[in-house]
Structure formats: C-alpha cells, structure tokens
C-alpha cells in the first residue's frame, strides 16, 4: 500500500483529495472542524518535504450548480489556522484560473480549488473532468475516506493520470488498516457488535462477517425480528415480520460456520417510544402487548461485557438502544465502557458506520477506543466486503 510516506514531495505539487465537506451555522461559520484537522498530518508532510498542496474537495449537494452559500472559501481561513500556512484559494476546480494559481504555487504554499461538485462531471466520474484535474499536480493523493465509496472524477478517475505517483494520505491509509485488522489480520477471538433499527439494513453486513468473527453480538432494534421469528413475544417492539425467515438463516449459518451468537435474554421495555414512558425490565421472549423494547436488560449487558471482555478485535456498528433517549441510552453507554475496558486491556477495537459513531462522540469514548470511522457510507460498504473505487484506483 502506498502512502504519502513513500514519496519525497520536494520542488513537487500534490494534488489532495480531502474531504473538507464540514457543517456550517446560519452565517456560514464552520461548526465542526474535525474533517479539517484529520486533513492536516498529509498536508504537513507535503509541506515539511518542501512540496506544496493542491487541495480539492465537494461540499454539499450544489448537483452542478454554482451556489455561493456551498463555496469553500467560507472555509479557507480555517484551514488557514489548523495547517498553520496562508491558504490561497482559486474560484474554480478546472480550466484557465485553477492551472494559473496552480502553476503559480511556491514550496511550502497551501491552495484550495471550488468544490468540485460545482461541476456536474464530478459526480458523473467524467473522464475529461479528471485529466483536467489531473493537470493540476505532479501527483495524486487521496485522503478522503468519507467519499473513497464514490466512482468520482476526483476520488477515483483521476488516478489514471498518475500511474506511477499516487498514493493514499494517512487518514485514508488509516482506515484501510483498521478495517484490515476487523476483516483479515486481527487477532482473535474477533467480535462484532452489532445494533441499529433493522435488519434489512444490516444484512449484507452480517453475511460479510460471519466469515471473519468468532462472536456475533445482536442488539438494538434488530433483536426483536430475531426473537419474534425464534417464537418470542415481542409485544409492539420494532420488528420485520418478513425478514423473520432471514434471521433463521442468519442464526443456521452462524452455527455451520462455529460463530457463536449472542441476543438479548431481557430489555428495558416501555409503554410509549417516549423518554417519559413507563418502563420495566422485562425477559426478552415476553414482552407484553402495548410494551416495546427500547434497550438491552442488565442480564443481556452481562453476557455481552463478558463477550467483549473476552475479545482481542472488536467491531461495533450500530447502538445497542434507542440511546437518543436517556432513558434508553444505558446499553449503548454500557457496551462503549465494556469496549473501552477491552481496549485498555490490549484489545484493538473500531468503531465505525452513522449512529454508533454518534454515539461514542456524545458519550465521551471517542479516545478510549483504538479506531472512530470517520466515513459513514464508505465504512458500511467495507464492512459488507465491497471494494471502494476510490481504494481500488490507488491500488
Ligand atoms: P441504524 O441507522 O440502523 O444503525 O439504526 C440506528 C437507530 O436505531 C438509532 O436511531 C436508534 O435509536 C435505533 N434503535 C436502537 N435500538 C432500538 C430499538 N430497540 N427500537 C427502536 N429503535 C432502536
């Protein structure tokens, strides 16, 4: 695999594909700025080598259009004090302007092109788009993990102009290598945690996994599909009656294939999706009529702390209740701790894919834990065993 670490960028031009695709207030403001931060060990390594960078990003959806609220000068002065360096910034990605101010960029000398996305070509993965983009820099470097699942003229078809000098930045090498160790190199016992709402979601997720875990943990919404099709009763919990025969399935591979299995015994029920609603531990197999299942009981968080406890690689995708709500968030708080004990304990653990990446953030795990995805979409489909365009074009 290579990385920004096998080139020597002095008197060189790196052209960046990073995902600046931030969250702005009312005034244009960036409000979160870990995208940009998780940007800057590759710029900085470009720069120390005596290189300079090409920055490239989308930001939001313009869908071709120029639209001044989606210009990524808003956000130029604040690249500007994370990578410590005056950034300059060019009105367009492509053409005339963007080769000028290209062209003009000194060692050491930071520049930002438009959002890509101003171009409809961008999301086609246009071949024409790409070689123009390609004109830009000396070599092609991706570092956007969160976008590495899109067959774009920036994250994927502008490789083939770089046949020799393209690599992937640290960012991105970094999430390549924790999903290695989750699918392929970790060591066992592995140990998939899954949650979430539903199963039909999941399901190419689990049948990826059974292949490369020794233990599968089930738990939020998707429990009661698994109970209900096994004969439980799951009162008005959420369940999908018609993914009831999948879930046998589910359950008959897991066994042929020796992966141990582990589902909710009991679960904190309520009378109302409500955080005011009426609760009661309750088993899992008998949940009473008007009664809904929000979060896992503290026999079922035994059994998973012990699971967990047990694993060396660990996997946690999707919250274990409805932890929105503080009344239903204890299970999900409870497997992040039981995570964060592994991992102290020599575990490697990842956590990655929507609302357990949420999660963790809310509840303060984000540093306790060996590796937080930062690509929602992109994690998912790694984890269902696609490969990433945007990974593939590198390599
Ligand atoms: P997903 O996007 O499939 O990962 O699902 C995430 C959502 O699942 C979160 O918004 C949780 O509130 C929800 N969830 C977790 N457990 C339950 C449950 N027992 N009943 C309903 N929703 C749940």
Redesign the pocket.
Known sequence: MKTVDNFNFKGKKALVRVDFNVPFDGDLNVTDTSRIEAAKPTIIKILEDGGSAILMSHLGRPKGQVNPDMSLKHICDEVSKIVGVSVKFVEDCVGEKAEAAAANLKSGEVLLLENLRFHAEEEKGDKTFAEQLSKLGDVYVNDAFGTAHRAHASTTVVAQFFPENRCFGYLLAKEIEAIDKVMATGEKPVCAIL????VS??ITIIENILDKVDHLIIG??M?YTFIKAQGGKVGD??CEDDKQELALEILKKAKEKGVEVHIPVDVLAADDFSNDANTKVVPVTEIPEGW????AGPKTLENFKEVILKSKTILWN???????MPTFAKGTIAIGNYIAEATENGAFSLVGG??SVAAVKQFGFEDKVSYVSTGGGAMLESLEGKTLPGIAAIL
Do not use: A, H, R, Y
Not at 195 to 198: A, L, P, Q, V
Not at 292 to 295: A, H
């Open positions: 949650g979430g709402s539903k979601s999941k939020g919404g429990t919990s959420i809904q299942g929000l979060d999707g919250p274990i209740g409805v932890f929105e929507g609302d």
